[in-house]
């Protein structure tokens, strides 16, 4: 039997390329000197490979010993198959040192490394939500009411074609995992301020009776959506900058108990940079609550100094 015009289409395109000679030189060279185990590893070598993050459980000093080290330094390094796990932190610093200059230092040491990002305060999120997220959120989801990937990659809110199509894919696996309200949370009604018009109310509301899920839960899996596809630039870019032996990009933060504290959108973007394998620690001078007020405990190291400062702008001694 004769092959279509369609058929023979698909296996000319199909066809496997034809390797130089030079080429196959170079691709022999890198598996002996590149190799997994080598620890000498080229420029983004595992940029296509799957990637597990290992929250490292620590002391205090640990923070800016290991906070400076490469991942592939760090206890818990492992590459596998065609996946790799980066050891990262999660720690909160409760107070001071009666050294202030030290506790200065130890901040310092932190910011200074390259691909950090540093926030004198909370909020950290202070991206706008568009409007009626519900919508956008109903258009991605399959008849058993959870988010279908391909629907959630191919939708006006996917806004992250620029990044590696394995961010991408990695993002959205984490969209997917999170809306189905993960086992960190305290609590199951969180939410944020979600501008809806008057019809997108009354359709979430019917929504929640349709889907196996109340309607605070449905709302916390909006606010989940509305924030994991808003995310800033700022944050793309550590994950996109991010080559996984090298330096682990960080998010520092300074709460010095302001008027405003740590919110929900925080608190996700927070454990979704962690999932993605970035360090997080919170420097908290007051001793005052602001991350587990959202997340158990378990999942962060909670470091506690001396002594509590109720009032130390950055400031004073930065």
């Known amino acids: ?93 409760m107070g001071v040192h009666e050294n202030i200059k030290e506790y200065k ?4 040491q932190l ?19 568009p409007k ?33 199509p394995m961010i991408q894919n990695r993002i959205a696996d984490k969209i997917i995992e999170f809306c189905n309200i993960s086992s960190f949370w305290k609590h199951k009604n969180f939410k944020i301020k979600l501008r809806m018009s008057l019809i997108n109310r009354i359709i979430t509301f019917i929504s929640s009776l349709i889907y196996d899920s109340t309607k605070d839960e449905r709302i916390m899996k909006i606010s989940i959506f509305a924030t994991l596809t808003n995310l800033s630039d700022d944050l793309l870019g550590l994950l996109q900058n991010f ?5 682990v990009p960080k998010i520092v933060i300074y709460n010095n108990n302001n008027k405003k504290n740590l919110t929900f959108e925080d608190a996700i973007i927070l454990m979704f940079m962690n999932s993605m394998g970035i360090d997080i620690i919170i420097y908290n001078p007051t001793g005052t609550s602001d991350i587990e007020n ?25």
């Open 111 to 129: 910011i200074e490394e390259n691909n950090t990002l540093f926030y004198r305060k909370f909020p950290i999120n202070k991206k706008r939500i």
């Open 243 to 247: 080559d996984y032996p090298m330096k």
């Open 132 to 164: 009626d997220m519900n919508k956008s959120y109903k258009s991605v989801l399959n008849i058993r009411g959870k988010i279908d990937k391909d629907k959630l990659m191919t939708s006006d809110s996917w806004k992250y074609q620029k990044l590696n």
């Open 1 to 93: 039997m004769s092959m279509s015009k369609n058929e023979s289409f698909k296996e000319n395109y199909a066809k496997k390329r034809t390797e130089t000679q030079a080429f196959k030189a170079s691709e022999e060279l890198n598996e002996v000197l590149h190799d997994k185990e080598s620890g000498w590893y080229k420029p983004w070598q595992f940029v296509n490979y799957k990637v597990n993050k290992d929250t490292l459980k620590t002391t205090y000093d640990e923070i800016t010993l290991w906070g400076r080290q490469e991942a592939m330094i760090r206890p818990g390094w492992k590459i596998e198959d065609n996946e790799v796990t980066i050891p990262n932190l999660f720690s909160k610093v």
């Open 105 to 108: 230092n130890e901040i310092n």
């Open 294 to 318: 959202y997340i158990k405990e378990e999942n962060y190291d909670i470091h506690r100094l001396e002594y509590t400062k109720d009032s130390l702008p950055f400031r004073r001694f930065f």
